[in-house]
Structure formats: C-alpha cells, structure tokens
T-cell receptor
C-alpha cells in the first residue's frame, strides 16, 4: 500500500544525544516536510524539501538537520543543540494538487 | 511573515452545524487548506480552496475570500466522530509555493 512510514513511533533520548527519525514514502512525491507539534499546539515547519538533494529551513530549523539523498527518504536528525526536543514529529509528502499526506508520527521524549 | 488565526476551541451538539473561521496573513498566497486531526493521530486532508467561493465535499464545505484573507470550514450534521482538531493551512508564495504553514488548530467537541 502507498503511504508515508515514520519510525520509530516512540523514542526516548538522554540529554546530549542526537537522534534520527526516519521517514519513507512510496507515493513518488517530490516534496516532503517535517513538522513539530507540541501538546495543544499547531504544526510548526522544521524543514522541507521540494526535490532530491535540495531542502530549505522552515520556521524552527535550529537544532535540527535533514538530508534528501533519495526521493523516497527524508530523515530528520534532532541534535543536542535542540533545547526542547520533546515533541510529536510529523513527516509528510505533497502531491501535485498540494495535498499533504502525513505519516503516523514519531513521539520523542527526552529523559 | 506569515500568520493564521483560528479559534482555539468550539463546542457543538450532534446534528448541528458549526463554522470554524480562519484569517491569514502571508507574503503571498497560493491557497487555503483544511486538515483534521484526531487525538494522537496523523492529520488528514479535508479540502483546498485556491479561488474565492465555496467548495463542498459531503458534510464538509470550505469557503475562501481572498480579498478578506479569510476562509472557513463548515461542518454539517455533526457526528460524535467529528470531535477532533481542525487546522487551516496556507501555501506561501516563497520558494514557488512549497512552504506550507499551519494555524494553531481549533479543537471541536461534539456533545450528544
């Protein structure tokens, strides 16, 4: 089945550690996005990529990094420089009409 | 910069009609989208308006007025399963419209 797969679903991290969240899509979409969601809040854009080997910072990119080496994959690394990393992270891809298709999310908790 | 404003919460009863408003401010504008998110789940697409007017999809309709930088989502014949958060989102002109910005979300509670 086509869709967006995020892993892991739940992740615990000690302070000072980097973690990488995986996002894979088999929808053949060019554009992919990472959003962060805090409890009771909206989605804030971290990074986005409109094509392979290219990506742009969103509104809250500090402390995060991404790569887009393959069309299907857009991993997000949460670095130790991110001061408040505990959040729900959502990956999405966008089709030609502009509709976003989201993964089920990864919930990161810093201990 | 960009900003979107929508009410934080709305309560309605089963069978009723509810309207969720969204006003936006962007450096450019490609269109207004609406997404639904149930607690702890992934957002799902509901509708998209690029031009002024009303778009109807079953019980849900969405309206856009570009001159007023305003849109709304209309939910009719409310059901308990409609209890969720609803987000408006805009596509910004920057970087060929690739940037999508979301509002803070409106939590809809449907009561029996």
């Amino acid at each position: 089945d086509g869709g967006i797969t995020q892993s892991p679903k739940y992740l615990f991290r000690k302070e000072g550690q980097n973690v990488t969240l995986s996002c894979e899509q088999n929808l053949n979409h060019d554009a992919m996005y990472w959003y962060r969601q805090d409890p009771g809040q909206g989605l804030r854009l971290i990074y986005y990529s409109q094509i392979v080997n290219d990506f742009q910072k969103g509104d809250i990119a500090e402390g995060y990094s991404v790569s887009r080496e393959k069309k299907e994959s857009f991993p997000l690394t949460v670095t130790s420089a991110q001061k408040n990393p505990t959040a729900f992270y959502l990956c999405a891809s966008k089709d030609g009409t502009g509709e976003l298709f989201f993964g089920e999310g990864s919930r990161l908790t810093v201990l | 910069g960009q900003s979107l404003e929508q009410p934080s919460e709305v309560t309605a009863v089963e069978g009723a009609i509810v309207q969720i408003n969204c006003t936006y401010q962007t450096s450019g504008f490609y269109g207004l989208s609406w997404y639904q998110q149930h607690d702890g789940g992934a957002p799902t697409f509901l509708s998209y308006n690029a031009l002024d007017g009303l778009e109807e999809t079953g019980r849900f309709s969405s309206f856009l007025s570009r001159s007023d930088s305003y849109g709304y989502l209309l939910l009719q014949e409310l059901q308990m399963k409609d209890s969720a958060s609803y987000f408006c989102a805009v596509r910004d002109m920057g970087n060929q419209g690739g940037k999508l910005i979301f509002g803070q979300g409106t939590e809809l509670s449907v009561k029996p």
